[in-house]
Every structure is written in C-alpha cells, then in structure tokens.
C-alpha cells in the first residue's frame, strides 16, 4: 500500500506566475483535500475533492483552484501568485466516510 | 477558529513518558478528539483519535475525561524522534469530509 505523495517537493516561482501542485492519494482513498502552512502556523484548509467535485471550500480566494481526477489524484492550481502565498502546501487522502486523513509530505512553495 | 487550547511548549526527558494536554471545553457530542503531529517541515502524520473512551495503538494512548472537556496524548517512552510540534483538534465525526481546523500546537522537546 503505497502513501499519499506530492510532487514537486520544492518550487520557487516569481510574483504574478501561475503553479500546478500535485498530490496522489493513499492506495483506496478517494477524497483529497489540501491544506496551506504558512511558516509558524498550522495547515489551513483550502478545499476538498470528492468524485472529481469541490466539495468543501475554506477562506481562500478564487484564484485558489483545483482538480480531481478519476484514478482520485488531484492537483492544486494558484494564478496570480502573491508573496503570502509562500508556503508549504499540503495534501490529504481519506476514504469518504472515513474519520481519518493522511497527509503527504507537501510541496514548499517560494514566491519572489 | 480552532476549538483546542494547546500549551505552546513542552520539554521531556528521553525514555520518560510525555503527556501533552488538551483542552475543549465546547465539545460537541458527536465530534471526535484527533491528534497528529507534525516532524519540522514534513507532513502531519495522524497518532490517534477518540470519541469518548480511552483508546490505545502502537504510537500512543489518548485519556479523555469523562465530560469529555479535556484530554491528554501520552507517549510512553518517549525517544529524540518524538520531537515534534503535536496538534490536538476536535472534529464532527459522522461525515469523512469534514476538515481538520489545526491550531498552533504544542512543540514538544525530548532530551537526552
């Protein structure tokens, strides 16, 4: 059973550029969600996917977007980007239904 | 907002049990108590979680109270890999996809 992981695992990219972050769910997990950590502080909930819908949105902006895919990979897509949104981003697979989410190791994003 | 009160710091000695604290007072009766912990700069990993009974796995031991206001994690034996900022949160249990809300956590540090 393999884990729920991220790529890249690194990325730096300048103000007003546009990323794709990608995460592939734990082996039978078909719900993703995916999380920002600004440095000092805990993940914050950006959204959720369930059967390739958003389904579930926290206080982030529109230019926050993602996808899912059928086999329940997903990514995360930011336009626009700003310096705040320097972070490590984090990504979660469970089973719907499932109490318990499994993080992957994220994706540390550097915007100049 | 998180519904956690977490101390911000806590230090124990290698080999000695670790007990950090968690406080929820506005616990609702059907929302589970979650810990994870998170290794610096690496995903949350999840330890454990727990309605209203003591639970137990192979990484720890969760002791909620009996009005279910306060809990506590214990690790006990605890070894230098178990340095990490520790998360406690309460989350609706009935449905999978409802998100993870983190506050700031405890840092635990074990010395030798």
């Known amino acids: 059973e393999t884990g729920v992981t991220q790529s890249p695992t690194h990325l730096i990219k300048t103000r007003g550029q546009q990323v794709t972050l990608r995460c592939s769910s734990q082996s039978g997990h078909n719900t993703v969600s995916w999380y920002q950590q600004a440095l000092g502080q805990g993940p914050q909930f950006i959204f959720q996917?369930?059967?390739?819908?958003?389904?579930g949105r926290g206080n982030f902006p529109p230019r926050f977007s993602g996808l899912q895919f059928p086999n329940y990979s997903s990514e995360l897509n930011v336009n626009a980007l700003e310096l705040d949104d320097s972070a490590l981003y984090l990504c979660?697979?469970?089973?719907?239904?499932?109490?318990?989410?499994?993080f992957g190791p994220g994706t540390r994003l550097t915007v100049l | 907002d998180a519904k956690t009160t977490q101390p911000p710091s806590m230090d124990c000695a290698e080999g000695r049990a670790a007990n950090l604290p968690c406080n929820h007072s506005?616990?609702?009766?059907?929302?589970?108590v979650y810990w994870y912990r998170q290794i610096h700069s690496q995903g949350p990993q999840y330890i454990i979680h727990g309605l209203k009974n003591n639970e137990t796995n192979e990484m720890a031991s969760l002791i909620i109270t009996e009005d279910r206001k306060s809990s506590t994690l214990i690790l006990p034996h605890a070894t230098l890999r178990d340095t990490a900022v520790y998360y406690c949160i309460v989350r609706v249990g009935d449905s999978g996809n409802t998100p993870l809300v983190f506050g700031k956590g405890t840092r635990l540090s074990v010395i030798a």
């Open positions: 996917y369930y059967r390739e819908e958003e389904n």
């Open positions: 979660a697979s469970s089973l719907a239904g499932g109490l318990t989410q499994y």
């Open positions: 506005t616990i609702s009766g059907n929302e589970y």
